[in-house]
């Protein structure tokens, strides 16, 4: 009985969760522009999704920026766990702190501030400015995700390569790297979700001239959900899917 009981739970929270997302994946099926009626499963809203020029440009500018700004933050942040796990500095206790208070502050405090500071430099608002601040809103997640990985290591590791004669290229390519390498991942990830999903921050700090697929979504939805924006949601549910199942199924293999 206790097992049924655990086993109903899961159920029931899980079905919380997903319940909202099956309903949109559904209704992206219902041949009715407006009504939340059923009227017949229809393919027509995924055939307008891809007639739609401007939705594809826009997807492909979130493409990019998400990709850039995962590689940027991975790059920094893998950088800034090595750091500050494997060196003695002054201030390092209060750059780790200030890491998660990054994390836990609010988008909208992120968001004007960076947008004072492109105003400061008079930069204009754009695919740069938007890039910038993907790229730092995401630079704690990696660099907290690897640090937790780091933190379980051995320090003895990078002594023994030194007395057996490894320069820091080699301990960062040959131990380094090798341990890192599922943190490393994980991290690119949650950045590419994180870029992809951000509403708030690149609302303040992206321009008339270049814009992304969540603030696009979001002015649609202004004006009434669309049967167009529920086809382009679940594509979206669709290939993070895919991405979390290769990503599964790689270390499912490696483990084996």
């Known amino acids: 009985m206790k097992r049924i009981s655990q086993y109903t739970y899961l159920f029931l929270v899980y079905l919380f969760l997903y319940a909202p997302i099956f309903v949109l994946i559904a209704y992206s099926f219902n041949d009715s522009s ?123 590791i990078f002594e023994a390569a030194k007395d057996l004669g490894a320069t820091e290229f080699e301990i960062v390519k040959s131990i380094l790297l090798p341990l890192l390498s599922p943190a490393i991942l994980a991290g690119w990830l949650l950045s590419f979700t994180l870029s992809m999903d951000d509403v708030m921050i690149s609302f303040f700090v992206t321009g008339p001239e270049f814009d992304i697929l969540p603030l696009k979504i979001f002015s649609l939805v202004r004006v009434g959900v669309k049967p167009e924006v529920n086809a382009l949601c679940s594509v979206m549910f669709g290939l993070t899917l895919a991405v979390v199942l290769v990503y599964q199924l790689t270390f499912w293999k490696k483990k084996r």
């Not at 891809?50 to 940027?72: K, P, R």
């Not at 060196?87 to 750059?95: D, S």
């Not at 702190?97 to 992120?110: K, M, N, R």
Request: hydrophobic share 55%.
């Open 34 to 156: 407006y009504s939340l009626v059923w009227h017949q499963f229809t393919f027509k809203w995924y055939q307008n999704l891809l007639d739609n020029t401007e939705l594809q440009i826009v997807a492909l500018h979130s493409l990019l920026v998400g990709v850039l700004a995962a590689t940027g933050a991975t790059f920094l942040g893998t950088l800034a766990a090595v750091c500050l796990y494997r060196y003695k500095f002054f201030g390092k206790k209060i750059l780790h702190a200030l890491i998660f208070i990054l994390i836990v502050s609010p988008d909208i405090v992120i968001g004007i501030s960076l947008l004072i500071l492109f105003s400061t430099l008079e930069m204009t608002l754009g695919f740069l400015t938007l890039l910038l601040s993907h790229i730092t809103f995401c630079i704690p997640f990696v660099a907290v995700t690897v640090y937790s990985r780091l933190s379980g290591q051995d320090k003895n």
